[in-house]
């Protein structure tokens, strides 16, 4: 299934009237997607946030459909008794107040059934849709009504009715992520977010909580002053609006200039985090808002996105690439992992947060990757070196081969490891050397891997055996998993031995296990036979060959990840596929230490005997 990526409206001065435009109300809610998988229903925010716990009715709603999987796209909303929608309702519901009225108006289809509709024209995206709506029969998912007559009648009359404005749409174009052209908005009454920087203390008896929120929007690098919005709160939004602004508060203002006269000295300042829609007449010429109304917080978007919006006489195009730590990364929703709809800019951001714990399994290492540029459902390829398509922050080192000089690649730094995701590399592999000691290698990895009937608990417990006979030897040894079925146990060394002689350590070793259980493991690496056993890959150790990096991603299904693990916490209960892309980032947030912390203190020497004991 593809990623949800919302296509945004561009705000212009006037609806458009040629034909092959459709109509449609201008929402006051949240925007939503809504995905269907295998009976589980995720709600996302316009901004990636899942959100599936703020509107359980939604997802229970959106379980009951007809279909394996979906994904829509709509805006959840309270509707009032004369039809129309408000956004400040739908806050006094987040606050525990009434349930009537709530509705998912359902405007789109991206996906249903193995059947990729975004890449379809919106009529018929809009067609198949409202069949699936009429075939469901659910009150609280309702289709957006829309008209294909001329634009500037249906504003009008959309106007009169008192509601926010119309969006526009072209009826052939296909769903696409972000702001552009295909899409337009205009509207009958000013409403926008503005980031709060500042609030002043109530006046008169009849106030409490606050009197007035000072708002801005982004301007570059500043935050510039719009002026102060004093009306549109109760008493109880009020004070549940000081308890959170009170956390926030800071001495010096964030406004640039600083607000003028007295304003500025009674003012309390905040921190620029909370975000609040408002409704207002117009904007003055020094750039102030006139006669504004507080209509709540907009929880869905962050402060450092809200700008001033202006009405373009012709559409915007797309946005610029978004750039993850200095990287720049393009088709940043191209979906490289369809059944998790995990894209491109998921994969980079993953490795954004692993950074540090990633890091320090690659620095110095030469890499073996794996290519994806379509992602894994299409052709994938390892690649050991190339002269042209690794540019930037990745660092190059020389080394002799058997018949010439490779040009293999390293990452040091966080920007060269997002320089690899944004070139689609979904795997990495390194060498058991750094560069700083290339020809003595400082780890051995034995690489468990089981045959098709081989049972989880089996390999757990090959593992703790392999451990045990290492220790037996006089070294120490930590495990990971794979990404796949398997288990790495990776001996730390100092680096002294050569090449030859850590693969023969690990040849022996493998072969002396295999003596002990010849019915457990294998060194035969041919697969007809070895369905039942557990080959013992000693190769790893071989010169130039490599096994895949502790927190790279895997080219699997599933998106999973090769993760560090505690010998404690490898027990049969354990399942490898949990850790993911999605999952990893928490585990690592969560831990309360790292269970590799002492392999990187670890000093032993690889003992001259090949014996296990």
Not at 127 to 144: C, F, H, N, R, T
Not at 547 to 557: H, L
Request: aromatic share 8%.
């Amino acid at each position: 299934m593809i990623a949800y990526r919302p296509q945004l409206a561009t705000l212009v001065k006037a609806a458009p009237r040629d034909p092959g435009w459709v109509h449609e109300i201008k929402f006051d809610g949240y925007r939503i997607g809504a995905m269907l998988r295998g009976g589980e229903v995720t709600l996302i925010s316009r901004n990636g946030k899942d959100w599936t716990g703020q509107f359980p009715d939604v997802a229970r709603a959106i379980a009951a459909l007809p279909a394996r999987e979906a994904l829509l796209d709509g805006e959840v909303c309270i509707v009032l008794p004369d039809g129309r929608t408000s956004f400040q309702a739908l806050q006094n519901y987040f606050g525990g107040g009434p349930r009537a009225g709530l509705a998912y108006f359902v405007f789109d289809l991206l996906w249903l059934d193995g059947t990729d509709f975004g890449r379809r024209p919106l009529h018929e995206r809009k067609a198949v849709l409202s069949e699936l709506l009429e075939k469901a029969g659910i009150d609280l998912l309702k289709p957006s009504s829309h008209w294909d007559q001329d634009g500037e009648a249906v504003w009008r009359e959309a106007c009169r009715l008192g509601l926010e404005g119309i969006v526009s749409k072209r009826a052939d174009a296909p769903y696409r992520g972000g702001r552009n052209a295909d899409w337009v908005k205009v509207k009958c009454i000013q409403r926008q977010e503005l980031v709060i920087g500042g609030f002043t203390d109530p006046e008169g008896a009849a106030r409490t909580g606050l009197g007035a929120l000072l708002v801005g929007y982004r301007e570059g690098d500043r935050l510039a002053f719009a002026g102060k919005v004093g009306t549109g709160f109760t008493n109880a939004s009020a004070t549940a609006l000081r308890r959170r602004l009170d956390a926030l508060e800071v001495k010096e203002s964030p406004f640039t200039p600083r607000p003028p006269g007295a304003l500025g000295r009674i003012a309390h300042w905040v921190r620029p985090e909370l975000v609040a829609e408002v409704a207002f007449t117009e904007w003055t010429d020094d750039g102030k808002i006139r006669h504004p109304s507080f209509q709540g917080l907009r929880e869905d978007k962050p402060a450092k996105q809200v700008v001033k919006e202006q009405p373009a006489s012709t559409p915007a195009s797309d946005p610029p690439d978004p750039v993850v730590g200095g990287i720049r990364i393009s088709h940043p929703d191209r979906v490289l992992y369809p059944e998790a709809g995990i894209t491109k800019l998921d994969v980079v951001r993953y490795y954004e947060e692993v950074a540090d714990a990633i890091l320090p399994h690659l620095r110095d290492r030469p890499l073996t990757l794996v290519h994806c540029p379509d992602g894994i459902g299409g052709e994938c390829r390892y690649m050991k070196h190339s002269k042209v398509w690794a540019r930037g922050p990745v660092r190059r080192i020389s080394i002799r081969e058997k018949t010439k000089v490779g040009e293999y690649l390293v990452i040091d730094d966080e920007p060269a490891l997002l320089s690899m995701a944004q070139m689609n590399i979904l795997e990495l592999h390194t060498w058991n050397s750094r560069a700083e000691h290339l020809e003595e290698p400082d780890r051995i990895v034995l690489d468990l891997d089981p045959g098709p009937e081989v049972a989880w608990r089996d390999v757990v417990a090959a593992a703790h055996e392999v451990r045990d006979a290492l220790r037996d030897a006089g070294l120490e040894s930590w495990v990971k998993t794979t990404g796949g079925v398997g288990l790495h146990v990776v001996v730390p060394l100092v680096p002294q031995r050569d090449w030859s002689e850590c693969l023969e350590f690990s040849r022996a070793f493998a072969q002396e296990l295999v003596r002990r259980a010849p019915r457990r493991y294998t060194v035969a690496y041919a697969r007809a036979g070895r369905e039942r056993l557990i080959l013992l890959d000693y190769l790893r150790n071989n010169r130039t060959n490599t096994s895949v990096a502790a927190f790279s991603t895997r080219a699997r299904p599933g998106a999973p990840v090769s993760v560090p693990i505690d010998w404690d916490e490898l027990t049969a209960r354990l399942k490898p596929a949990r850790f993911t892309v999605k999952t990893v980032p928490r585990r690592l947030r969560t831990l309360g230490a790292d269970p590799w912390k002492g392999y990187w203190r670890k000093k032993q020497r690889l003992p001259k005997s090949t014996s296990t004991g």
